[in-house]
T-cell receptor, first 111, second 116 residues
Framework: DTAVSQTPKYLVTQMGNDKSIKCEQN?????MYWYKQDSKKFLKIMFS???????INETVPNRFSPKSPDKAHLNLHINSLELGDSAVYFC??????????FGPGTRLTVL | AQKITQTQPGMFVQEKEAVTLDCTYD???????LFWYKQPSSGEMIFLIY????DEQNATEGRYSLNFQKARKSANLVISASQLGDSAMYFC?????????????WGAGTKLIIKP
């Protein structure tokens, strides 16, 4: 069984469109994260939710909006996509401050 | 200032040799944890090993061990008897327990290529 899953795995879209990436974890963790990995492989934290409460909200454009309907899900919605949004987006989860486990990533390409 | 420094952007190692990937960190916290992750070309991020600042022994997980030198603030990953499947990006990360927002601080990564 997949521990942290993301859909879709690949997302190709036009500039200006709105898209969502979904994340689910079945590990019973209470904390979930969104990361962006750029073309140089640098990982940047975007958001983190603990028990559905936003605890990390790094400096990202407000076109990015996370939503956590329950502790097992953390979705990322992106409005008005731009070329610079092209990257791999990773969801991760952890039990409190313990080890983070990552999803397979979503490769977003904005044309 | 960089809190996590991985000085080797890339490394080539002969198969079956041992590999040491460097990681130095900077923190004023007494309580912290250090993590290593592997990212193969398929893209997923795989947790490898963890070392807590108060752990007296170096962490080991199979062929992975962490050479933790607290006074030097280094947490090098050692891979014994390297295999072709070890070719990947390797990331070092730190969590400072004084940071209440659960954030991991990441290094820039080292690309390891194992030569047959």
């Amino acid at each position: 069984d997949t521990a942290v899953s993301q859909t879709p795995k690949y997302l190709v879209t036009q500039m200006g469109n709105d898209k969502s990436i979904k994340c689910e974890q079945n590990l019973g963790h209470d904390t979930m994260y969104w990361y962006k990995q750029d073309s140089k492989k640098f990982l940047k934290i975007m958001f983190s939710y603990n028990n559905k409460e936003l605890i990390i909200n790094e400096t990202v454009p407000n076109r990015f909006s996370p939503k956590s309907p329950d502790k097992a899900h953390l979705n990322l919605h992106i409005n008005s996509l731009e070329l610079g949004d092209s990257a791999v987006y990773f969801c991760a989860s952890s039990w409190s401050t313990d080890t983070q486990y990552f999803g397979p990533g979503t490769r977003l390409t904005v044309l | 200032a960089q809190k996590i420094t991985q000085t080797q952007p890339g490394m080539f190692v002969q198969e079956k040799e041992a590999v040491t990937l460097d990681c130095t960190y900077d923190t004023s916290d007494q309580s912290y944890g250090l993590f290593w992750y592997k990212q193969p070309s398929s893209g997923e991020m795989i947790f490898l090993i963890y070392q807590g600042s108060y752990d007296e022994q170096n962490a080991t997980e199979g062929r992975y061990s962490l050479n933790f030198q607290k006074a030097r603030k280094s947490a090098n990953l050692v891979i014994s008897a390297s295999q072709l499947g070890d070719s990947a990006m390797y990331f070092c990360a730190m969590r400072e327990w004084g940071d209440s927002n659960y954030q991991l601080i990441w290094g820039a990564g080292t690309k390891l290529i194992i030569k047959p």
